[in-house]
């Protein structure tokens, strides 16, 4: 008798595990089947994603998700997740995707998959036109702000020039005040801050003149699902060539999508 | 506690430490002597000056006194360039500084003038001294001595209050502190080092003031 019940509890484990392991196997026809694309967005990462007047999440991955939803054919549904456990969300098989400005490195690639970028996050040198800066060189005698412990103040400190006058502020709203008031002439600083200085409309607008760190985001999915990395991929591909990318760039970060995104 | 304490750093650090002490005693230095001298002509308006200028010197101590000093220092670093006045964040510290202690040391400076005896006054008249000579003479320096503890401490909590001049990028001893704390993460020993620091400037400052005291004030009378 009771090898009887063990034999059955044994037999719907491995039935539970066998049906996880088929939805596994093929993640784009489990979406299709159930109408929803769950997708990971972040919720305390504007522009990327935030909460909006209406309480409802907004930002450059909203939009992304949704316009994946649209085109694979399903609605979409939003999961909000930190930065810590937007990962293992995707492992567990509570999203689909993830669309959280995720960057890609050699341990994430272990345990997900990436898709084409399809967003640009990077840190460089800002400045407005008239300033001439191609290169690390040419900040020699100019004023340089910078958030003080941050990536960029790390790395400029190894390419500036010996003379560059760098001017190191608490925090990014001491280094965008020190631009906007002229006290810098050019700043150091991600593009998700240049877009904020953008949004503002100053009558200072902040250009790239030169990278620094360039790491653009990928939509994380699970490992082995090739279906939907493709699909997904076409998506993104087809997204960059009608412009509808390049339109969500505008929207949320203020400038046009890098050319080699 | 089994905190593990590690100063290694100061070896390749100290020259930032040497340039943020050598900034506050520039800053303090300036900020001490312009603000004293812009302290006792606001104290002369407000206590015996022409009437149409005391309302004036009167708005500007109260408006000085009755908002932070942070705020003060970013109006004059990041709000003035609006106005096409830019200055550097040395000179933008240094004038922060002169300003805050020049309305709060008139306060002090002008309790010492209203101290004076009417007779002084009168004394300094039949001595056919101006009102000026008399001021200069007669009611100033007794003045300043009375209240010399009460200003030295004023000066003291100045260059303590310089601390967030950092805020602005200028190099003082606090940017010197925090630049290390995010280069090594040692917040504690950073700011212990800082605070040792700050301490024995304090201390130095006070005994500066004390001499000074013994400089300009006639030997002998009563403090």
Known sequence: MLSRRLFVAIAAIATTIGFGSVAKADALGDIEARGTLRVAVPQDFPPFGSVGPDMAPVGYDIDMANLIAEKLGVKVELVPVTSANRIPYLQTNKVDLVISSLGKNPDREKVIDFSAAYAPFYNGVFAPAEVAITKPEELAGKTVGVTRGAVEDLELEKIAPADAVIKRYEDNNGTISAFLSGQVEAVATGNVVAAAILAKNPPKRPELKFLIKNSPCYIGLAKEQPALLEKVNGIIAAAKADGSLNAIAQKWLGTDLPADL | ?223
């Open chain 2, 1 to 223: 506690m089994n905190y593990h304490f590690e100063f290694g750093w100061l070896f390749e650090y100290y020259p930032q430490i040497v340039k943020g002490i050598a900034i506050t005693i520039e800053l303090i230095a300036v900020g001490a002597v312009a603000g004293i001298l812009l302290g006792i002509v606001c104290a002369w308006v407000r206590a015996l000056g022409p009437a149409w200028l005391k309302p004036v010197v009167a708005a500007y101590v109260e408006l000085i006194r009755n908002t932070p000093f942070l705020i003060q220092l970013f109006f004059i670093f990041f709000g003035l360039p609006s106005l096409g006045v830019q200055l550097s964040e040395l000179q933008a510290a240094n004038l922060a500084m002169v300003v805050n202690l020049g309305a709060y040391s008139s306060e002090i400076i002008r309790a010492g003038i209203q101290a004076t005896p009417r007779g002084q006054f009168e004394a300094g008249a039949s001595l056919a001294m101006s009102p000026f000579e008399t001021f200069r003479h007669v009611v100033l320096v007794p003045s300043l001595q009375r209240i010399w503890p009460a200003l030295s401490s004023q000066v003291v909590i100045v260059m303590l209050g310089s601390a967030v001049v950092s805020q602005i990028a200028a190099e003082d001893l606090t940017f010197a502190a925090n630049f290390i704390q995010s280069r090594t993460f040692r917040a504690f020993e950073a700011y212990i080092v800082s605070t040792v620091v700050y301490l024995m400037l304090a201390i130095l400052l006070r005994q500066v003031l004390v001499m000074v005291g013994w400089a300009i004030f006639p030997r002998g009378a009563a403090q």
